[in-house]
C-alpha cells in the first residue's frame, strides 16, 4: 500500500502547464508549416483522392474496412480539399488555444484519416505526434498562453492555476521509447565500431536524404572525423534514453540521499541529454531533408523541463536587466 500511495503520489502532480502549452503551439506550428506546404504543392487531391479519381495508386476503394470518412460521404479530389481545409482550421485554432479538447479531438480524427487513406504518406513521425495530440486533448494545455486565457484574465499566462501533470510525463516517457527503440533498430554495422561509425558518411551520400550535394562538393570527405563522432554519439544517445527515466526521477525526489541521485543533480545529465538531441536534431535538419521530423522531435522537448524552471529563467533574466540598466 505505501507503495501504491508513492505511485499514485507521482501521477497526481499539479502544475502550471505552461510546458504543455508550449508543446500545444510548437507542434501546432510544425503541422501547420507541414500542410500548408501540402496545400502549396497541390497535393491533397493526389494523396487523399482514390487511385480511380485521379489520385496516388491505392487499394483504398477495394478494401473491406474503407477509412470512416468515405462512408460518411463520397470520395472526391474535393473532399480530399475540404479534408485539408479542416486540418489546417483545427491546427490554427490549436495554436490559439481556442476549445483545445475539442478541436484537439477533431484534429486527430480528420489527421488519421489522411493516413488511412494513403497508408504510405504516413510517416512515423505523424503517428508519434498524433499520440502527443491525444494526450494534449486530456491535458489543460490551452488554461495558459492562449488567446482564451488573455481574454479570460487579461494576460496570456492565464491565471496561474495548477492542473495535472501526468500528460506531460507521458510525452517524456513517449520520446524515451521513440529513441531507445530507433537505436535498437539501428542494427547496421555502419552504426557500430566494427563499420567504423561510417553511417552519416554513407547516408549523406543518398541524394534522396542529403539536403545538398555534399559529396560532389568535397564536404564529406573533410569532415568525415566529425561524421563518425556524430554517428557514435547518435547511437549512444538513443541507447541511452531511459537513463532520462532516472534523471526526471532524481530530480523529484531530489531532497533524498544517495552519490548517484548527488551526481545526476550536480551535473544535471537530463539537460546535457537534451543539449545533445537539440544539436543531434538542428545537424539533421541542417544537413538532411527529412521533412518535418526534426523540428516535430524539438517541439516536444519542452516537456522535459518542469514550469518552475522557465519562472526562474524568466526572474533570472529580469534581474540581469535590472542590473545593467543600473549599471548603465
Not at 487523399?48 to 491505392?58: I, V, Y
Not at 523540428?295 to 524552471?309: G, I, N, V
Request: charged residues 15%.
Amino acid at each position: 500500500m505505501k507503495l501504491w500511495s508513492k505511485w499514485v503520489a507521482l501521477w497526481s502532480q499539479r502544475e502550471v502547464p505552461t510546458m504543455l502549452a508550449l508543446i500545444r503551439i510548437f507542434v501546432g506550428v510544425v503541422l501547420l508549416w507541414d500542410f500548408v506546404e501540402i496545400g502549396l504543392h497541390d497535393l491533397p487531391e493526389v494523396m487523399w483522392t482514390p487511385q480511380e479519381l485521379g489520385g496516388l495508386p491505392s487499394n483504398v476503394l477495394q478494401r473491406k474496412v474503407p477509412p470512416e470518412i468515405f462512408t460518411w460521404i463520397d470520395p472526391s479530389p474535393e473532399l480530399a480539399w475540404g479534408l485539408w481545409g479542416l486540418i489546417i482550421l483545427c491546427l490554427v485554432l490549436l495554436i490559439l488555444g481556442i476549445a483545445t479538447p475539442v478541436v484537439g479531438a477533431i484534429l486527430v480524427l480528420a489527421y488519421a484519416q489522411t493516413s488511412l487513406i494513403l497508408p504510405l504518406s504516413d510517416r512515423g513521425i505523424d503517428l508519434l505526434l498524433r499520440n502527443v495530440l491525444m494526450l494534449l486533448i486530456f491535458s489543460k494545455a490551452g488554461a495558459t498562453l492562449s488567446l482564451p486565457a488573455k481574454l479570460k484574465t487579461g494576460s496570456w499566462l492565464g491565471d496561474g492555476q495548477l492542473h495535472p501533470s501526468w500528460p506531460r510525463y507521458l510525452i517524456a516517457l513517449q520520446l524515451v521509447v521513440m529513441y531507445f527503440m530507433a537505436g535498437v533498430q539501428k542494427t547496421a554495422l555502419t552504426w557500430t565500431p566494427l563499420g567504423g561509425y561510417n553511417a552519416l558518411y554513407v547516408i549523406l551520400h543518398d541524394p534522396h536524404i542529403a539536403r545538398m550535394d555534399w559529396a560532389g562538393m568535397g564536404v564529406l570527405d573533410a569532415v568525415s572525423p566529425f561524421l563518425r563522432v556524430g554517428a557514435a554519439t547518435t547511437h549512444i544517445f538513443e541507447w541511452g534514453a531511459p537513463i532520462l527515466v532516472l534523471a526526471l526521477w532524481f530530480r523529484y525526489t531530489r531532497e533524498r540521499p544517495g552519490r548517484l541521485r548527488a551526481f545526476f543533480l550536480r551535473w544535471d545529465v537530463r539537460l546535457i541529454w537534451v543539449v545533445i538531441g537539440a544539436v543531434l536534431h538542428l545537424g539533421i535538419a541542417i544537413a538532411m531533408q527529412l521533412g518535418i521530423f526534426a523540428w516535430a522531435m524539438l517541439a516536444l522537448y519542452p516537456a522535459w523541463f518542469h514550469p518552475d524552471e522557465i519562472q526562474r529563467l524568466r526572474q533570472w533574466w529580469k534581474e540581469k536587466r535590472s542590473k545593467a540598466s543600473s549599471s548603465a
